[in-house]
């Protein structure tokens, strides 16, 4: 059985994987200080949380392809997904020069509150 892109179970575990994650990450921007980051900064300061690396982990294993793959949708899809999510941060550009093997590395800006 060969299965069409309307067929593809994939984009229902992006959005499982989005509402799995929100939860840790609204949290590990609750403690972020300063006024901006990018997507790799985020995801290391994500994996220096025990829990929080846990969460990760998790949503790595159930994406269930190579670490690689796997790490290419959690870092350019679900992590951005959420970011997006968050009142507490906006979208603040492409982070040129930035290097990241898993996905287009972006800014991201600290809302005021």
Known sequence: MTFGAADDPRPDLIDELVAYLRPTLFDVLDRLEGEEFTSAQFIEILQSDPPAKAAYDEALRRWGEDVHYSKMVVHGQVIPAVLRQST?????????????????????RMKRT
């Open 88 to 108: 507490r941060v906006e979208w603040a550009g492409y982070a040129h020069g930035e290097p990241d093997a898993f996905a287009v590395p972006a800014w991201w």
